[in-house]
């Protein structure tokens, strides 16, 4: 069975930076777009950022365009989130998750991670 296990969430101050790692198991990685993708409570789960299975392209939600970088290691099976200039807004649990697609994606992913909790306090 597919896992993904999320890490490196926290508590920063505004303005601060944190960095996310998603580490994968039992899949071929480099077969895989990836995502990230957040939700608070009492909310939808949004999209973040995408990444190509051999990280050439990406996608940003316009929430985190210049703020967040989504980079993938495909000899670590790991992908990141480099998250700067946190903003109260961003507090939310982050999801890591995979779909087995050519290209980068927003939407139906099939692997998703438990979740990490990133809080930015102002």
């Known amino acids: 069975q597919v896992q993904l296990v999320e890490s490196g969430g926290g508590l920063v101050q505004a303005g601060g930076s944190l960095r996310l790692s998603c580490a994968a198991s039992?899949?071929?990685?480099?077969?895989?777009?990836m995502g990230w993708f957040r939700q608070g409570p009492g909310k939808e789960r949004e999209f973040v950022a995408g990444i190509s299975r051999t990280g050439g392209s990406t996608v940003y939600a316009d929430s985190v365009k210049g703020r967040f970088t989504i980079s993938r290691d495909n000899a670590k099976n790991t992908v990141y989130l480099q998250m700067n200039s946190l903003k109260p807004d961003d507090t939310d649990v982050y999801f890591c998750?995979?779909?087995?697609?050519?290209?980068?994606?927003?939407?139906?992913?099939?692997?998703w991670g438990r979740g990490d909790q990133v809080t930015v306090s102002s």
């Open positions: 998750a995979a779909k087995f697609s050519l290209g980068v994606s927003t939407n139906d992913y099939r692997y």
């Open positions: 039992r899949l071929t990685f480099s077969s895989y777009t």
